[in-house]
């Protein structure tokens, strides 16, 4: 790929975001991706959210945060929004974002990144096997309000 870059997230990237996911999902592309990267811009959470950038395009994103306490659960990052345009699909991409940000948090010393992805979301499971993670000991709770 010509002139190919990751750098941080910035809060002018939110519309290229917001339509990268209306083109792969469409249950959530309602989402308000500039407050989301707003809340990422004290320091640690902004350098482990990430965006592609192809010819001066943002391609693809990787969103992702630090939490300090949990139940039994040591400091650890989590992966908690990620995607790629369609047509930049197939290059990469995500796997050069996700190798970016586990590089950061395995250099401040974080032992676990977690994800939570739909039990039948194949390719998005298939996505993280490929990068190492196994199934954790935690099991996701909602309550509907």
């Known amino acids: 790929m010509e002139n190919f870059q990751i750098r941080e997230i910035d809060e002018s990237d939110a519309k290229d975001i917001e339509r990268i996911r209306s083109l792969i999902s469409k249950e959530d592309a309602t989402f308000d991706f500039k407050k989301i990267v707003n809340q990422q811009k004290d320091g640690i959470s902004r350098r482990g959210s990430l965006v592609a950038v192809v010819d001066n395009n943002v391609v693809g994103y990787m969103i992702s945060n630090v939490l300090y306490a ?76």
């Open 70 to 145: 949990g139940f039994g659960l040591e400091k650890s990052a989590w992966i908690v929004s990620m995607g790629v345009d369609p047509n930049f699909m197939g290059r990469g991409i995500g796997k050069k974002l996700a190798k970016k940000i586990l590089e950061l948090y395995k250099s401040q010393n974080i032992n676990y990144v977690f994800s939570s992805v739909a039990w039948d979301s194949i390719d998005l499971l298939s996505f993280f096997k490929t990068l190492g993670f196994e199934r954790s000991e935690f099991i996701n709770l909602r309550k509907k309000l």
